[in-house]
């Protein structure tokens, strides 16, 4: 590098945001994560949250569901309306219905309560290292390049990994990024069923434990969004006891 160029901008911190109403559970979270190298912002309520998400997105988010004012259920609702940002749910473990419900709104994942941090912080490197660098674009930015051979095409459906893009028929589907990894497993081999444990490693590359209801979940969630853009969607199949394939005819 000569005399004349100025250094490189040094990167900034991840960020992530905890929405929680246990200030106990908030103030060690901070602390774990700020040790982890991430920048750290705290809300202990849902509606304060919202705001803030919207004005300056974090790279990820982690909610509580039992909050006063807006539960993060509806939090989560809410923030699907315009953005898809990597969320974790945390839920107790009697809550079975509300992690299913979570997932189907649009989570990225979810951790019940009580819970290891350890296991909180594989799974935040796990959905950080899947989303990758790039945040959302502002509007009227260049786009980025697009390596050669990036994108998948599989009859209607077309996957840009680069922009994290999906369309079908040329109609868009907006995908969180879990969705995303798993929908690219089943269209990179048409026709193969995949397992639910191939399908974890996809989305959950560190070995971290999830289970079948939550790839369950996702294919649901999956089949209705392409429903909403076109009603007679069936390239996503279910082999009862085996597991799942994509046809592109």
Do not use: C
């Not at 953005?83 to 979570?102: C, H, M, N, Y």
């Not at 296991?119 to 660098?133: D, K, Q, T, V």
């Not at 050669?148 to 040329?170: C, F, K, N, S, Y």
């Amino acid at each position: 590098m000569s005399e004349d160029q100025p250094p490189p901008a040094p990167e900034l911190p991840r960020s992530i945001a905890l929405v929680d109403d246990d200030r106990n559970i908030l103030t060690t979270l901070s602390i774990a994560l700020q040790a982890e190298g991430y920048a750290v912002r705290v809300y202990s309520d849902g509606e304060a949250a919202l705001k803030a998400l919207r004005e300056n997105p974090p790279d990820l988010a982690v909610f509580d569901i039992k909050m006063p004012r807006m539960d993060g259920m509806e939090l989560l609702a809410r923030l699907r309306e315009y953005s898809q940002l990597p969320v974790i749910f945390l839920t107790s473990k009697d809550q079975e219905q509300d992690e299913e419900a979570g997932l189907a709104l649009g989570a990225d994942d979810y951790i019940a309560k009580p819970f290891s941090q350890r296991l909180l912080l594989a799974r935040i490197r796990a959905i950080l290292r899947r989303a990758g660098p790039v945040r959302e674009a502002e509007p009227g930015s260049p786009s980025p390049a697009i390596p050669e051979g990036a994108v998948i095409a599989r009859g209607r459906l077309v996957m840009d990994p680069a922009r994290h893009q999906v369309t079908w028929d040329g109609r868009p589907v907006s995908l969180t990024v879990t969705e995303f990894l798993i929908l690219e497993a089943l269209a990179q081999r048409p026709g193969v069923i995949k397992s639910r444990n191939q399908l974890m490693d996809a989305a959950y590359p560190d070995d971290v434990f999830v289970d079948d209801r939550t790839v369950d979940s996702h294919i649901k969630r999956l089949r209705r969004k392409f429903r909403a853009a076109d009603p007679e969607f069936g390239a996503i199949s279910t082999l009862y006891g085996a597991g799942y394939s994509f046809s592109d005819v």
